[in-house]
Each structure stands twice: as structure tokens, then as C-alpha cells.
């Protein structure tokens, strides 16, 4: 290529809006146009004959020039995105580079046009930065959603499900991936659907919210979960409903009050009583002492206490007072900070300071040692503390709930327990009955923990009457723990769908450990038959006063023998 161009082609280049550059072969540079003299800060005449690197100074000259590839494949090569010094300082553009013939069809050069995309960089950048922030905020409410008790989903005008939060996919009992995407009623086969109008499609129709719809759906199972829903429209930018909003919650948490293992069954007088104290105190924020012996479920009805309480939002903390040594019992309560004591080698938060907001339920708490009971007491009356090997203090907002199978009365006066600590744990005391006492609840917790068995695949449905019987018999030392146990054994070595009495182990069937044989019975058959003489023989009566079921007392009279069962009424 000649070291000129002609005018004519000098003019056509100039018509161009973008840099452009002609190269001959050697890679020196013949005409640019005004944009390109505007981009690079040269004349065009004083670029003539010089290399293309020292006039369009672009990084990769020398390196992997775009114009190289186009004369070496014959083709235009486009959308080569670099950065070049130009008159401005450093400048991002996109090459766009083609083959220049004669005419004779031979190649004898090159031409270069540079789009300046510096504008565009610094949008897809604030596009970038808008994208990460509108990011980042889906994840805080997602992490809002993900932390509230209730599960929520959301839907479109379809009743597509668009989002679900943990809570709902862990009551729905499926993974996020298997919820959203497919319609409410599809996936949940809500009774609603028929029974009357669908109340989401009531609110996606009228835009008035729902609240407090209580309902069922049938899980993967074929199962009813009874639920309550409570649903608010969405609405778009201009005001139209976009879909819905679907806050759910799983109401065997109110019937099933506590830990899914055991609920607290409470059909039995003693345990009735119980329940009524855990309705009325549930909101208050007074320190309550659970008092009972072990396996009565005093960390069951601790758990109760939280859930169904205003506290219930926020994290029930449990801490077994006689699981760890003196030394790291203190630490675990209020944390420590580094370098405190040997191996600590972080700050730690402590469980107190874990429960903030919610309910800290220190379980065995006769167990503590007089120099913890003096943290602990004044944990209660101030709600500070410091951590181990730190002078800061930490205020919290925290209720405490404790429970000990221990007379505390007895330890203070052995010297082993504070009267103060006592009498600031002991605000409001519950006494948890042995299951011995409760006889009545016995067949609806065995009903309950066999159905937590058989959930896991076992064959068993039932057990035999005389098995029952023996259960009702049975003192039950280690009360519902025990009973559980019992069951769990049976479970394993029954061969039928039915446990019957050699599937029970032999300490079970121990006749020591059978009521008949007990100080209990005695005092039981005293006390049964002086109501049944103080009431004349009424049965109804009798039973008010001693607390109990006719069914119970009726069972009490058949052992006491036929004069018994034939008072008169």
C-alpha cells in the first residue's frame, strides 16, 4: 500500500463517526480520520508513516493485535474489547478490524476502527453495583423470613409458589427446589380448595386480606396437617395485585405442645393442673422452678413454656448444669474472652448471651456449686454479667426457666445450695407428677410414642391388652423416659404388628417394680377408701376429691375386691 491515500478515500474515512485508522502491512500507519486525530491527540499528517503502536498506543500491541488475526484469516475481526492511551489518559474501546483489498482483490493492508465504550463499562458497572445491592437485599429478607417461627410463601397471580422460607418448607416437608414452581393448591391440596372459596384466590380476586384461616393439607403422605393462614396481596409498582403473600402456621405445635418425641399430654387431672399454670404464666417473664423426678419432662414442659409465650420468636437455650465441670460451666454461661484461660483462643459468646430476647432453661440446677450460684444470682437480679477474663459488662433480656430433680430446700440446709438463689429461682414453682401418678395419660403416650417409632418404618401398630395392663401396673421409676425406652425395646424384638408380653424386657415385668407391691398402692388404697366411705359410696364424688378419673377409681375398687365395686352410689 502506498504511503497516501486519495482524497476521495481520505474523505470517506472523515465521514466515519468512530476512530478509524488505515495500516499497511508493516504495520505503519497511512491515514486516520478526525475522530481518529481526536482520540489519539496526533495529526493525521504527522501519523503518517509511523508505527500503528506509537500512534494508537493499545496494550496488546505487540502482543495479540486484533489486526494480525484479521489479515491472517482473511476476515473481519470484531468486537475486540482493550484499552489504549488516547489524548484523555487510558480509554476502553472495542476494535473492529478487516482486511483492505486493491483492485485486484489483494490484500495490501488493514483498516481499524475503535468504538469508544467507556460509557458503556461504567453503565454495566452501576448495573453491576445496582444488581449486588438489589442482591443483597433479597438475601436480608430472605434471612428476615428465614428466622421468623411461622413459614411463609409467596405467589403469583397464577397461585404459583415464587418463594418459600425455611420454617414453611420444613412444616410443608419438602426442599425449596420441590415447593416453588408449582401452584398452592397443586402442591398443598389445601381442604379449602373445596370445602369453600379458596382464600387465596379470594385475596388475589379482592385484594382484602385473610387472617387467622384455619384449614388442613394433605402432606406427601397422606396426611392432614391442620394449619392457620393469615394472607396479604402483593401489589406491583402501579398499584395492581401481582399475587400473594402466605404466612402459615402448623398447629400441631398447639397440640402437640413440646419436644415432637413426647408431647405434654395432659388428660390426666394432675397433669391438667399442671397445664392450667403453663396457660397463665406462659407470658409472664417471672423465673419459673420445675420441680420433678427424672423422665417426668421437665425440658419438654420448659420448651412449652417458651413456645407459647411471647418469647417464643426468639431462641430457647438449654444448658444441663450437671453435664460439664465447675471450670467450664461459667464460661459457657457467659462466655469468655481470648486468652482468658488456657485454650482460649477466641472470644466466645455464652449461652446467656445466646438466649437474648428468648428463654434460657438451666436444667439440673442443684448441681451448681456455691460459686457459680453467686454469678448466676446476680445474672437474675440485674440481667448482666461479664465474660470470663473481660471488664465489660453485657446486658441481656433473658427469662429463666430451671429444673432440678433435687429437694433444694434439703440442700440449703446442708449448706449446699444459696437461699437467696432459691428463692429468686423459685418465683413460680411447677411440680411435674410422676408418670406413676398419671396413669390416665399413660395409654395416650404410649399411642404417641409408637406412632414416633413406626414413623421410622417399624411394623408395629399396637400393643397387646395384657401388655397394657402391665403398663398400668407398672411403678415406672424412670417415668416417661423409661416408657419410651420400654417401647423402643419391645419395638425392636417383636416379630408381629403387635407387641406382646415376651418383646417387654424383664425389668418391666419385675414384680417389685409392679404398684401392687408398693408403698404407693397402700397409700393409694388408704386414700381411695376413705373417700369413697367420706362421700357414701359415690364414685363421682370420690373421684373430685382424690384427683383422679372414674376410670381410675373404678380400676383402684376392682383390686380392692367386690364389696368395694358394690358400695352404693
Not at 463499562?121 to 438475601?139: M, S
Request: net charge negative; with cysteine; proline share 4%.
Amino acid at each position: 500500500m502506498s504511503a497516501s491515500i486519495s482524497p476521495e478515500a481520505k474523505t470517506l474515512l472523515d465521514s466515519l463517526p468512530e476512530p478509524a485508522f488505515v495500516v499497511s502491512l508493516e504495520k505503519t500507519l497511512v491515514a486516520m480520520n478526525a475522530a481518529g486525530e481526536a482520540l489519539t491527540g496526533i495529526s493525521s499528517d504527522s501519523a503518517a508513516g509511523r508505527r500503528c503502536a506509537e500512534v494508537v498506543r493499545c496494550e496488546t500491541c505487540g502482543d495479540t493485535c486484533p489486526l494480525d488475526a484479521a489479515l491472517a484469516q482473511d476476515r473481519a475481526v470484531t468486537n475486540f474489547n482493550v484499552r489504549l492511551t488516547s489524548a484523555h489518559g487510558e480509554q476502553a474501546v472495542s476494535l473492529h478490524t478487516a482486511p483492505l483489498r486493491n483492485a485486484a482483490g489483494e490484500v495490501v493492508g488493514g483498516l481499524e476502527c475503535a468504538r469508544p465504550v467507556g460509557h458503556l463499562v461504567g453503565l454495566f458497572q452501576a448495573l453491576q453495583e445496582k444488581t449486588d445491592q438489589v442482591q443483597l437485599e433479597r438475601n436480608k429478607v430472605q434471612a428476615v423470613l428465614d428466622s421468623i417461627a411461622e413459614g411463609v410463601i409467596t405467589v403469583n397471580s397464577e397461585r404459583v409458589i415464587t418463594s418459600v422460607n425455611r420454617t414453611g418448607a420444613r412444616i410443608i416437608g419438602q426442599p425449596e427446589s420441590e415447593i416453588v414452581g408449582k401452584t398452592c393448591h397443586e402442591f398443598l391440596h389445601c381442604h379449602a380448595e373445596t370445602a369453600c372459596a379458596c382464600p387465596v384466590s379470594r385475596v388475589l380476586a379482592g385484594g382484602r386480606g385473610v387472617t387467622n384461616f384455619e384449614t388442613e393439607y394433605v402432606d406427601r403422605a397422606g396426611r392432614a396437617v391442620p394449619v392457620s393462614l393469615s394472607i396479604s396481596a402483593l401489589r406491583d409498582e402501579h398499584g395492581q395485585i401481582a399475587g400473594a403473600v402466605e404466612a402459615f402456621r402448623d398447629l400441631r405445635d398447639l397440640a402437640v405442645t413440646a419436644s415432637p418425641a413426647v408431647p405434654m399430654i395432659a388428660g390426666d387431672p394432675h397433669m391438667h393442673r399442671v397445664m392450667e399454670l403453663v396457660d397463665v404464666l406462659k407470658d409472664s417473664d417471672a423465673t419459673v422452678l420445675l420441680q420433678g423426678e427424672s423422665g417426668t419432662g421437665k425440658g419438654m414442659l420448659a420448651e412449652t413454656i417458651h413456645r407459647l409465650g411471647n418469647r417464643s420468636r426468639h431462641a430457647f437455650v438449654k444448658v444441663n448444669c450437671a453435664a460439664l465441670p465447675e471450670n467450664l460451666l461459667e464460661s459457657e454461661l457467659f462466655g469468655h474472652v481470648k486468652g482468658a484461660f488456657t485454650g482460649a483462643i477466641r472470644d466466645t459468646v455464652g449461652r446467656f448471651e445466646l438466649a437474648d430476647g428468648g428463654t434460657a432453661f438451666l436444667d439440673e440446677v442443684g448441681e451448681l456449686s456455691l460459686a457459680t450460684q453467686v454469678k448466676l444470682l446476680r445474672f437474675l437480679q440485674e440481667q448482666e454479667f461479664e465474660r470470663v477474663g473481660s471488664t465489660k459488662t453485657v446486658h441481656v433480656d433473658v427469662r429463666v426457666i430451671a429444673a432440678t430433680n433435687q429437694d433444694l430446700r434439703q440442700l440449703m440446709m446442708q449448706g449446699r445450695f444459696r437461699p437467696d438463689l432459691f428463692y429468686r429461682l423459685n418465683v413460680i414453682p411447677v411440680e411435674l407428677p410422676p408418670l406413676r401418678e398419671r396413669r390416665d395419660d399413660i395409654a395416650a403416650l404410649v399411642e404417641h410414642i409408637l406412632a414416633r417409632l413406626t414413623a421410622k418404618g417399624r411394623k408395629v401398630k399396637a400393643v397387646a391388652p395384657a401388655v397394657m395392663d402391665v403398663f398400668m401396673q407398672y411403678a415406672w421409676p424412670g417415668n416417661i423416659r423409661e416408657l419410651e425406652n420400654t417401647l423402643e425395646h419391645a419395638v425392636v424384638c417383636s416379630k408381629g404388628s403387635v407387641i406382646e408380653m415376651q418383646a417387654l424386657p424383664r425389668s418391666v415385668l419385675k414384680p417389685a417394680d409392679v404398684l401392687s407391691g408398693s408403698a404407693a398402692t397402700v397409700d393409694d388404697t388408704e386414700r381411695t377408701l376413705e373417700a369413697l366411705a367420706r362421700h357414701r359410696g359415690n364414685q363421682s364424688a370420690a373421684a373430685r376429691a382424690l384427683g383422679i378419673n372414674r376410670s381410675t377409681l373404678w380400676r383402684r375398687m376392682k383390686k380392692l375386691g367386690p364389696g368395694t365395686t358394690q358400695l352404693p352410689q
